[in-house]
């Protein structure tokens, strides 16, 4: 793990077009995303904030205890928000690392977010992030189901992102990749890659971590068996609830 504390970014908005005010969505009595922020917390890898552009979402968090800062609702990607509040929460540049957590992670296994700093042991590893094998062969061809590049060997648990896309790649036998949208950056990462403009195969893909690779970024990958449960429709939610009210 980087010796340099990091900062666990989660952000947040209200405005999601398939399920409005998922932030706040109840989830065994709490808003979903104080479950997010509790899981961060449970990682135990340095500070947590929420990137929130609602004052009812930074409400939400501060009265469970935790940290939150305002950002501009106009900011166009998670990745611009987790900046923003890099620098309005940590504007000395203490944190070097920076970890972006979906807010729609409810389930979010706390260990997934320890396991992305480990390519970030490599110094020329930019940017690090998760993926998990595909073992449903639907998935492999469902363009929503992100896949990454990535050549693993067996015995191997880090590897280069290649290339991300929403087609099923590579071609031949052997595993395909499920992409999991968590990253860690270094502090320095985080800033060039927000100050470039969309890339031409970012637009082409609707994939902005390929602006990163276009721009000579390395991105490493980090396996795991899991994917957690994202929570984009009102069924994702239904099925939240049912497995915290499961654990509980």
């Not at 940290?67 to 940590?90: C, H, I, K, N």
């Not at 690392?97 to 110094?123: C, H, K, M």
């Amino acid at each position: 793990m980087p010796s340099v504390s990091p900062l666990v970014v989660i952000p947040a908005r209200m405005g999601s077009s398939r399920l409005p005010g998922k932030p706040l969505a109840d989830i065994s009595g709490q808003p979903m995303i104080v479950h997010v922020w509790r899981r961060c917390v449970d990682a135990q890898v340095g500070s947590v904030v929420v990137a929130c552009s609602e004052e009812e979402v930074r409400r939400a968090v501060q009265e469970a205890g935790g940290a939150a800062v305002m950002t501009d609702p106009a900011l166009p990607s998670g990745s611009d928000r987790v900046w923003a509040a890099l620098q309005q929460y940590d504007p000395h540049g203490v944190h070097q690392v920076v970890i972006n957590v979906q807010g729609d992670l409810p389930t979010l296994d706390p260990s997934l977010v320890r396991a992305a700093l480990e390519p970030l042991e490599n110094p020329a590893v930019d940017i690090a992030t998760l993926v998990a094998p595909i073992k449903d062969e639907a998935e492999a061809d469902n363009p929503n189901v992100v896949k990454a590049v990535a050549a693993f060997s067996l015995d191997q648990r880090t590897a280069r992102a290649l290339y991300f896309s929403r087609a099923r790649v590579p071609a031949g036998s052997g595993p395909c990749w499920h992409h999991i949208g968590l990253y860690a950056y270094r502090r320095e990462a985080l800033e060039r890659f927000v100050s470039l403009s969309p890339s031409i195969l970012e637009i082409r893909e609707s994939l902005e971590q390929l602006r990163a690779l276009e721009d000579g970024l390395r991105i490493d990958c980090v396996r795991v068996d899991t994917v957690p449960l994202g929570v984009d429709a009102p069924e994702d939610l239904e099925r939240a609830r049912q497995l915290l009210r499961g654990a509980e």
